[in-house]
T-cell receptor, first 110, second 117 residues
Framework: GQNIDQPTEMTATEGAIVQINCTYQ??????LFWYQQHAGEAPTFLSY????GLEEKGRFSSFLSRSKGYSYLLLKELQMKDSASYLC???????????FGTGTLLAVQP | DAMVIQNPRYQVTQFGKPVTLSCSQT?????MYWYQQKSSQAPKLLFH???????NEADTPDNFQSRRPNTSFCFLDIRSPGLGDAAMYLC????????????????FGPGTRLTVL
């Protein structure tokens, strides 16, 4: 992805907690999205952060630090169905384009 | 249910044979996007329509064209598909500039997987 970095792969255990980090270029920043994408399917919206801090939504939470160009997605009480690719996407200024990272492939093991 | 629909879900074409992918939406969103996603890569924006205004990405090949005849429909035309154009093509929509909209979430269709033989 264009100036967006996230780990390529992660493995975690069912029932555990996992944190997926994302760093991005701060210039022209206008919001940070997290999407979930199962293999062969379209991305689905998980969260949006535009202000610093933590946004909690059920088992998923997302954090943003604008000064550091850093976000993370926190998944709690992992389930097997959470095995998917998690895409960090930066909202790109005046054109409102989404610029995606290459995604983090999460494998949840029993 | 309001949604983004893409047809077909799977498309096979021959090298050099023009192909058209379609997208429709019942969300009444004013912006529609086409992305190309290759295996294990990020979705790459090809172009988008803001209402009727077409916005092409600088690195989108001329081989790719788009049409938006009305609010609901948008088409991706690949004039002469090459083997490198085999990918998942994702259509997305968003509502921009509306009062009370806090953020411009993009809603994705299920995608069309294109195979080029």
């Amino acid at each position: 992805g264009q100036n967006i970095d996230q780990p390529t792969e992660m493995t975690a255990t069912e029932g555990a907690i996992v944190q997926i980090n994302c760093t991005y270029q701060t210039s022209g920043f206008n919001g940070l999205f997290w999407y979930q994408q199962h293999a062969g399917e379209a991305p689905t919206f998980l969260s949006y952060n535009v202000l610093d801090g933590l946004e909690e939504k059920g088992r998923f939470s997302s954090f943003l630090s604008r000064s550091k160009g850093y976000s993370y997605l926190l998944l709690k009480e992992l389930q097997m169905k959470d095995s998917a690719s998690y895409l960090c996407a930066r909202h790109g200024g005046a054109t409102n384009k989404l610029i995606f990272g290459t995604g983090t492939l999460l494998a949840v093991q029993p | 249910d309001a949604m983004v629909i893409q047809n077909p879900r799977y498309q096979v074409t021959q090298f050099g044979k023009p192909v058209t992918l379609s997208c429709s939406q019942t969300l009444n969103h004013n912006v529609m996007y086409w992305y190309q996603q290759k295996s294990s890569q990020a979705p790459k924006l090809l172009f988008h329509y803001y209402d009727k205004d077409f916005n092409n990405e600088a690195d989108t090949p001329d081989n790719f064209q788009s049409r938006r005849p009305n609010t609901s429909f948008c088409f991706l035309d690949i004039r002469s598909p090459g083997l490198g154009d085999a990918a998942m093509y994702l259509c997305a929509t968003s509502r921009e500039g509306a009062t009370g909209v806090d953020y411009n979430e993009q809603f994705f269709g299920p995608g069309t997987r294109l195979t080029v033989l």
